[in-house]
């Protein structure tokens, strides 16, 4: 399976045409964000960059998967979202269920109320 960190490693790498450039905006070391790139090389069975001493340059293979690439990690950062989203209770759905007289006296009103400011809702017997 591919790991997101090396995918992000391959964006910047691809981005800044150099490994030394990509391994400053990234905070790590140039040599271990080579090795992540050679690993990641491997693993998919097919050379994304074309090297040269000082820079690198996509190849077509690199060019196509860049654009997946970034599909990837836009779909992996919704998805984060997404879970903060619903741990924060922001997104999600709400199912009420009551009984004539609840929503007379007001209760049902009350407790939406409260649910909208944040708050939570505490269930009577």
Avoid: W
């Avoid at 080579?34 to 077509?60: D, M, P, W, Y």
């Avoid at 997404?82 to 007001?106: D, M, N, Q």
Wanted: proline share 1%; glycine share 10%.
């Amino acid at each position: 399976m591919l790991d997101l960190r090396q995918i992000r490693y391959f964006v910047a790498v691809a981005e800044a045409g150099n490994v030394g450039r990509a391994a400053e905006q990234l905070h790590i070391s140039q040599s271990p964000l080579s090795r992540q790139i050679i690993q990641l090389e491997e693993q998919l069975g097919v050379t994304l960059f074309e090297r040269a001493k000082q820079r690198v340059h996509l190849n077509a293979e690199g060019r196509a998967f860049l654009a997946e690439a970034r599909a990837l990690l836009a779909n992996a950062a919704r998805l984060e979202e997404l879970g903060r989203s619903l741990a924060s209770g922001a997104t999600g759905s709400l199912a009420i269920g009551y009984v004539e007289g609840a929503v007379h006296s007001g209760l049902v009103a009350d407790m939406l109320k409260d649910f909208r400011r944040g708050g939570r809702i505490s269930i009577c017997n």
